[in-house]
């Protein structure tokens, strides 16, 4: 049974107005808590949206590259379930396009946007966000060497050195950043993206790109540790302690630990980081269900309120129980694979 605070934040998720991504995120999230009742719906509302290009969800500005790609694997895992060309034919289309249509960086990594929102810059960006947009949908539709080979751009691109975290947008036509700060949501982005396409990887048994992946995330996250608070939060930007507490970026880390110990390829040892920020963000949320705490909507660049905050939660929420599962029966193993739908 799903409990009734779990309940509420779902409730709030689904009345907030969602972007492409959003839409897909959250989605996602009710696709990895079980709740077919509502995922569903939500992939064939996402195809309901595709532009004419294959962009799922497409809602009023039509700039996105790799966001609307969020949408992607629901709509593929709806397919699986429901067996209706609908759902398959709207992944294939959104496939289609990123791998036909989208604009590309001259080493082939998607870009994140049709154009610049900055002046002075070319529209050929990444956004470290699309880490957790594109590589997933690539993996499960079954190219999971070139969703890889989009991560490597990514760390090629965005990855600093100096610290094992990631900076937020870079201008790889002019060699430049955008915007060279390390953003604490969209390092939580690039985690979740990392850990999805190690374990599609995984179920595979593509063990080369799934040991890579593994190293590529443990080592953000051991260098996004260096920045969590005894509370179990980030900075919004992390090594900049005046900027505000950020929940959304520590719910992400939470649940890809919860997920990595819950399969087995991550150490126990890191729930001691998950379990403060899940317990934290619990508080934070009122009897609307709505968490307060995060980087907040529209822009991402003050303390608010969002739905991927919501989803992150729910997320959390789904891995910690079947976690707390593990940590009640370590003897048990838990294959590869989604939470079995609540009753």
């Known amino acids: 049974m799903v409990n009734a605070r779990t309940e509420s934040v779902v409730c709030s998720m689904l009345a907030m107005q969602r972007y ?4 897909g995120v959250c989605a996602q999230a009710l696709y990895e808590a079980g709740r077919s009742e509502l995922w569903i719906p939500m992939a064939y509302d996402a195809i309901k949206r595709q532009a004419e290009d294959g962009r799922l969800a497409i809602l009023g500005s039509t700039v996105a590259v790799s966001d609307p790609a ?10 699986e379930r429901t067996k209706k060309s609908y759902f398959l034919e709207g992944a294939r289309r959104m496939l289609d396009y990123l791998m036909e249509t989208a604009p590309r960086t001259e080493d ?32 499960v539709m079954g190219l999971v060497e070139e969703a ?17 975290v990631f900076f937020h947008i870079c201008d790889t036509d ?31 048994n593509n063990q080369g790109i799934a040991d890579e992946l593994t190293g590529y995330a443990v080592s953000l996250l051991d260098a996004a540790l260096k920045y969590q608070g005894k509370n179990g939060l980030y900075h919004d930007l992390m090594d900049e302690s005046d900027s505000f507490l950020d929940g959304t970026s520590a719910l992400m880390f939470s649940a890809g630990i919860y997920r990595g110990v819950s399969h087995g390829w991550l150490d126990t040892v890191y729930l001691c980081h998950a379990d403060p920020a899940y317990e934290t963000m619990c508080e934070q949320i009122d009897d ?12 991402f660049q003050r303390e608010g309120t969002s739905a991927e905050a919501q989803a992150a939660f729910v997320m959390a929420d789904a891995w910690k129980e079947r976690c707390d ?6 003897a048990k193993k838990m294959a590869l694979g989604i939470k079995p739908e609540h009753t």
Not at 70 to 79: K, M, Q, T
Not at 148 to 164: C, F, M, N, V, W
Not at 174 to 202: P, Q
Not at 325 to 330: G, S
Request: include cysteine; hydrophobic fraction near 35%; aromatic fraction near 12%.
């Open 70 to 79: 969020a949408n992607g694997e629901v709509c593929f895992r709806a397919y």
């Open 288 to 299: 609307m269900g709505i968490l307060h705490g995060v980087c907040g909507c529209p822009d």
């Open 325 to 330: 599962e593990k940590r009640k029966n370590p």
């Open 108 to 139: 082939g990594v998607i870009c994140h946007n049709q154009e610049s929102f900055q002046p002075g810059f070319s529209a050929i960006q990444l956004w470290i966000d699309g880490l957790y947009m594109v590589p997933p949908f690539l993996a």
């Open 20 to 23: 492409s991504w959003e839409q």
């Open 174 to 204: 002019n060699h430049r950043y955008v915007r060279k700060k390390r953003w604490a949501t969209g390092n939580g982005w690039a985690w979740l993206g990392l850990v999805r396409v190690l374990e599609t990887a995984m179920q595979r």
């Open 148 to 164: 890889a080979e989009q991560i490597r751009g990514y760390r090629k691109h965005l990855l600093d050195p100096e610290t094992g």
